[in-house]
């Protein structure tokens, strides 16, 4: 009997030791798993939408600059034809690495909208933030081969069509200048020509025209064209005439 209640206690308490190991082992698997999960994902947050995006219409391409998200390493911008920009879909160009981009591949006459993302990025992953609020341009060159021609009293001016502009705006000056400086001497003009119709005869004036796109911006100047004015001399009769 002695003996046998002896096994039966050796029996127990083998098999308490083992459920004591067996839960040790079980519970440094559940700090390895911990480990390995917390090794896989850095728990990286994505930064704050950048704010501030502007976009400047150019000839031919669109110049964007927005605010510095914090926590951002790279920006991804993303460009469509109409409002509400999907940015699951593919962006125009990723891993900017400053607050400005010039989109170069934007035409003439095209509206355009853009949003801009933050991206955060560390070991391999990356968190990308909302995006921000939208921006629009219709890209327009200036106002190439600007002439005039003087009359009495008048010159009448004519140039190229710009791609993408809407109106012109017409500068008159009596002095040579850097560009389009001062209150325009017409605005909206339609057609690819101007009579300028105040002009007095025998003052020298220097002339300037500016694209103005659909969405109001102003081109930079074209080249400038000087002109002055005059009056045919009176018919006098000849010698011959005279008695």
Do not use: H
């Not at 911990?34 to 090794?39: E, L, V």
């Not at 990356?126 to 600007?146: Q, Y």
């Not at 339609?190 to 694209?211: F, I, L, M, P």
């Amino acid at each position: 009997m002695s003996l046998l209640l002896t096994t039966a206690l050796l029996g127990l308490a083998l098999a308490v030791a083992g459920c004591g190991g067996a839960g040790s082992n079980e519970e440094g698997g559940d700090d390895g798993n911990g480990d390995d999960g917390g090794g896989g994902g850095t728990g990286l947050s994505a930064p704050a939408a950048p704010s501030g995006l502007e976009a400047t219409p150019q000839d031919g391409a669109a110049q964007l600059s927005w605010e510095a998200s914090e926590g951002a390493d790279t920006y991804r911008v993303y460009r469509d034809t109409s409002s509400g920009i999907d940015v699951s879909s593919s962006a125009l160009d990723t891993g900017i690495d400053q607050t400005s981009y010039t989109d170069e591949t934007a035409e003439n006459g095209t509206e355009y909208f853009y949003a801009v993302t933050a991206v955060a990025s560390e070991g391999g992953e990356s968190a990308e933030s909302e995006s921000s609020e939208e921006a629009e341009s219709i890209p327009f060159a200036a106002p190439s081969g600007l002439e005039g021609t003087s009359r009495d009293s008048e010159v009448a001016l004519s140039w190229d069509a710009a791609g993408g502009a809407d109106t012109y705006n017409v500068y008159r000056s009596t002095s040579s200048t850097d560009g389009a400086e001062g209150e325009p001497l017409a605005t909206g003009v339609a057609e690819t020509s101007y009579a300028d119709t105040d002009a007095q005869n025998g003052t020298k004036y220097y002339y300037r025209v500016t694209s103005v796109n659909p969405s109001g911006a102003e081109s930079d100047a074209s080249s400038e064209v000087e002109k002055t004015p005059f009056s045919d001399p009176p018919n006098r009769p000849n010698s011959t005439d005279r008695p």
